[in-house]
């Protein structure tokens, strides 16, 4: 089964991958590796989520807004290769909670977007991951996921 047809059949369907907010670009290439920049999840209009786990958003809204970001990292990777289906392997993750001081479960939030991947790689899907509280994040958005990915030619 290809990725498109495992999408369709989870019911998912890919948003537009989000413009960059700064002077970087959404992904590199190096060799079979693709990097792609931290990006931020988005409400049905395409604006920011704002706010801070454990204050504003519990841990269950925060790993359904890291569920949002694996969306939009779909999305920059089929932008940027063409196809999912040359993903040969997710590599690594790197989530970021902004969160209250005393918010623990910030492996929890980032299983959001660490479950849609092995949701829509299954073979391929498992991979490293740091997950991390912060004090804040840009524009006070809830959870920033950057990946690093292998692709096929």
Known sequence: MSISERLASLAIVLPRPPAPVGNFTPAVRTGNLLFISGL???DAEGRPIVGKVGADFTAEEAQGFARLVGLNLLA???AE????DRVSRIVKLLGMVNT???FTRHPFVIDGC???FGEVFPQLGRHARSAV???SLPFGIPVEIEAV?????
Do not use: H, K, M, Y
């Open 100 to 102: 209250t001081p005393d």
């Open 133 to 135: 509280g912060v004090a």
């Open 76 to 78: 920059v990777i089929e």
């Open 40 to 42: 931020a999840p988005a």
């Open 114 to 116: 660490s479950n849609l």
């Open 149 to 153: 990915i292998e692709f096929r030619d």
């Open 81 to 84: 290769l063409g196809s999912l």
